[in-house]
């Protein structure tokens, strides 16, 4: 039995890949492969956010240690990890482990937050999951390792498209803050800010007025009159605000057929997409991929 946990870097198993030697600067990558069966924390968590993929071909026992809790669980291939900078956690585990790991700097995040159109009042705090399945995340996660292994040949703007759609989808959905609110406009109240964090988490389904009034606790006509003073924008023209937004980063991003685009960003169909991508940006989708 081992005294006690050690860092990841000093266990000596193999680290297969690494995006150390790539032009990825705001974010980290390491897949690991083959971690003997011990127990270990990561050094790095003190400073980043860890998102670790499992990707071990059997199902492991993994015993995670917090301070305050433990938590046991079998990794499947594609489980998911998100772990906060700054936690004090060690894991153990039975069997070889394998993984991708995604170090994300805390106020890189916040950045994102600001470029993709977020404003954030208050902590921004990153929410720890454990063993959890998001194919979303996945599917970033797998092409990230595919641009390790081909070298980079995907090019800066490609890796940096993959960075902020990654960081846009925790932004998303697994954080907290005292108000989360989103650009343009003055900074909105609490009730208004509540409304477009829901919206935000809803971009591919549309929402009726009267959902987003009951999230407000507002009556429908005080909250087109509540939002419109704090945004500029009724809830509906902020909405589809949004949707462009999120738009413009998986066209970025380089991987998704503009129809599929369409559907993630929650728009009817292609064709209505472009007509109102075109008529917020002044280009077509394809223009503006092209640029």
Known sequence: MNKGPKDFSAIGAQRALSSDGLDWPRIKLFQWDGL???????????????????????PVKLHAFHPFDQQIGMTRTGDIQVLPAGEKMSCQWARTLSFLKIEIPPNILDQVAEESGFSWS???T????????????LQLGEWM???????????KLYRDSLTNLTMIHLLQHYTTSSEKCVKPGKRANKHISEVIAYMQQNLERDIPLVELAAV????QSHLIRSFKQDTGLTP???????????????????KLRMQDIAVQAGF?????FTK??????????????AR
């Open 145 to 155: 390792l595919e641009e390790m292994r081909n070298g980079g040949r995907g090019g």
């Open 236 to 254: 509906h023209q902020y909405f589809i605000y949004l949707r462009i937004e999120h738009a413009k980063v998986l066209i970025k991003c380089g």
């Open 36 to 58: 003997s069966p011990d127990q270990a924390y990561d050094s790095s968590l003190k400073s980043n956010h860890i998102i670790t993929i499992h990707g071990s071909e059997e």
């Open 216 to 219: 407000a606790n507002m009556s």
């Open 126 to 137: 990153l929410e720890r999951k454990f063993l959890i399945q998001d194919n979303k995340l």
């Open 268 to 272: 009817a169909d292609q064709g209505h």
């Open 122 to 124: 208050g902590s921004l």
């Open 276 to 289: 109102l991508f075109k008529r917020s940006t002044g280009f077509t989708p394809l223009q503006y991929a």
